[in-house]
């Protein structure tokens, strides 16, 4: 297969049935690959985003004209080398970066789907990702790589088709997601719901968006991606534009700013009902209830695991992993495990955190010599 740069698209013309009962009739996939698949169709790694993340992984994202969320890691030379490795990454389902979500259009309606688009988990996510791996004639891939959310992704795979994959990589993740994180979620999704102009889903013939709502859920949710420690030492209760107070109600402390400009640039690049749609797939999400347990779901042996945590976040703690681990001990599964020391909070695995890395990275090299790519 030839390199590929551009923004793809897959249509799944069959009839998929949604683990809420209903059923998709066709779905389109978004997905970008980097790299190139090789003869034996043993080096494709897929990659799956977070909450708010999409399939420009590496490279220049079009839309935010930034660098894509995981650059660092993912390229030629890099970690996750595109030299060596076909990496795919996929908007997930739900989402507003081409695959079919609620900003879609209904075929029966021929309008925007909204609040009719049925509610998703993320079991349904990695279905159609398993769709599309099939379709572009993937028998097994060589690993499942993915933080937060997309280590919630990268987990389901190897609950649900282990023998379609030699290894998985859960990063800053859980097997389920907890009260406290259900919470802050909840609250992001009010924000929304009581903003003027959402009305009920239904804004996207409408001149005026959601977009205070959104960026109040932003906020909220960006807060919990950083530790207390990495927010006093990066803004403490320094000032933003004065010495003084203002006695008012605009921006006196720089981590406001810093908030709200989170905020604003947010709502630029996505849609409100698909974080609705997201954060409830997340909060469904819970491997542990399934019949037999974490034991049960993690039951194929062959399978080898990688995960890595991180000591300040508290997002997904540290004892969230150690829980799975106990459960692939039991079953004396291969399985390696690093906590990274650092202040950084959730989000360390998007930045520059050279233990991670080089972690990552031995885990890779030792993948390649054992499958012999």
């Not at 779905?27 to 043993?42: M, S």
């Not at 079919?100 to 049925?118: A, D, Q, R, V, W």
């Not at 997601?177 to 239904?202: C, L, T, V, Y």
């Not at 062959?302 to 001990?329: G, Q």
């Amino acid at each position: 297969m030839k390199e590929k740069n551009s923004f793809e698209k897959a249509i799944i013309k069959e009839q998929i049935k949604l683990d809420c009962g209903e059923y998709l009739h066709e779905c389109q996939v978004a997905f970008k690959t980097f790299g190139k698949l090789n003869k034996k169709k043993t080096n494709a790694i897929l990659i799956c985003h977070a909450l708010t993340g999409d399939q420009f992984c590496t490279g220049k994202n079009p839309v935010t004209k930034k660098n894509g969320w995981w650059n660092i890691l993912v390229g030629p030379g890099k970690v996750i080398d595109t030299n060596i490795f076909f990496v795919v990454c996929t908007n997930v389902l739900g989402g507003c970066m081409g695959t079919t979500g609620p900003s879609s259009i209904n075929p029966k309606t021929k309008k925007p789907y909204g609040l009719e688009f049925p509610v998703i988990t993320i079991g349904d996510m990695v279905n159609v990702q398993n769709k599309l791996i099939e379709k572009l004639g993937i028998e097994k891939l060589f690993a499942v790589v993915g933080g937060s959310m997309g280590g919630m992704q990268a987990l389901e795979w190897a609950s649900k088709y282990s023998n379609r994959i030699n290894s998985v990589i859960p990063i800053a993740t859980s097997y389920r997601h907890s009260a406290q994180n259900i919470a802050f979620h909840e609250i992001g999704r009010q924000a929304i719901m009581a903003d003027p102009n959402w009305k009920k889903g239904n804004y996207y013939s409408k001149k005026n968006l959601p977009k205070r709502g959104l960026a109040v859920a932003r906020m909220i949710a960006h807060i919990t991606y950083l530790s207390e420690f990495a927010l006093q030492r990066k803004f403490g209760r320094n000032l933003q534009n004065s010495k003084f107070f203002s006695f008012g109600f605009d921006t006196d402390f720089q981590i406001e700013s810093y908030l709200k400009h989170q905020g604003i640039s947010f709502v630029e690049r996505f849609d409100a009902n698909s974080y609705l749609y997201i954060t409830k797939a997340m909060d469904y999400f819970d491997l542990s209830i399934k019949k037999g347990g974490l034991k049960k779901v993690f039951s194929e042996k062959k399978l080898k695991y990688c995960f890595f945590s991180f000591s300040s976040d508290w997002l997904f703690p540290t004892s969230e992993t150690k829980t799975i681990l106990k459960a692939l001990k039991s079953i004396n599964a291969k399985s390696s495990f690093m906590e990274i020391n650092t202040d950084k909070g959730h989000d360390a695995f998007l930045l520059d955190e050279p233990e991670f890395h080089l972690g990552l990275k031995k885990f890779i090299t030792g993948q390649i010599k054992e499958i012999k790519l």
